[in-house]
Nanobody
Framework: QVSLVESGGGLVQAGDSLKLACEAS????????MGWFRQAPGKERREFVA?????????SYTDSVKGRFTISRDNAKNTMSLEMTNLSPQDTAVYYC?????????????????????WGEGTQVTVSS
């Protein structure tokens, strides 16, 4: 199992950009599909944001971030990133990095929380209006 640590959160203004990073350690990073989820204030559930396949060739995004967020990974450095642009107050949330150790193929991507078996502690992103 991998261990995950997020970084890069902070307080920004609407329209600003921010880049989150997730560093993995432990098992082979490329064995895992990787995702970002977020939990907004007052919301009980974490919602899917983006996912990237084990080989980095497939990605998927929730509709609200398409065209604004970009997920990427570097298997040689055991890192994953989420580049966020044109942020709005609705993007305010704790962002979690997640790893799917059961991804059956190099291009598999899962959008559900149940697809992921390892989670980081989260990093806070706050966007002021």
């Amino acid at each position: 199992q991998v261990s995950l640590v997020e970084s890069g959160g902070g307080l920004v203004q609407a329209g600003d950009s921010l880049k989150l990073a997730c560093e993995a350690s432990g098992r082979t990073f490329s064995d895992h599909a990787m995702g970002w989820f977020r939990q907004a204030p007052g919301k009980e559930r974490r919602e899917f944001v983006a996912v990237i396949s084990r080989n980095g060739e497939r990605t998927s995004y929730t509709d609200s971030v398409k065209g604004r967020f970009t997920i990427s990974r570097d298997n040689a450095k055991n890192t994953m990133s989420l580049e966020m642009t044109n942020l709005s107050p609705q993007d305010t949330a704790v962002y979690y990095c997640a790893a799917d150790s059961t991804a059956p193929t190099m291009d598999f991507i899962g959008r559900g929380r149940h697809d992921y078996d390892t989670w980081g502690e989260g990093t806070q992103v706050t966007v002021s209006s």
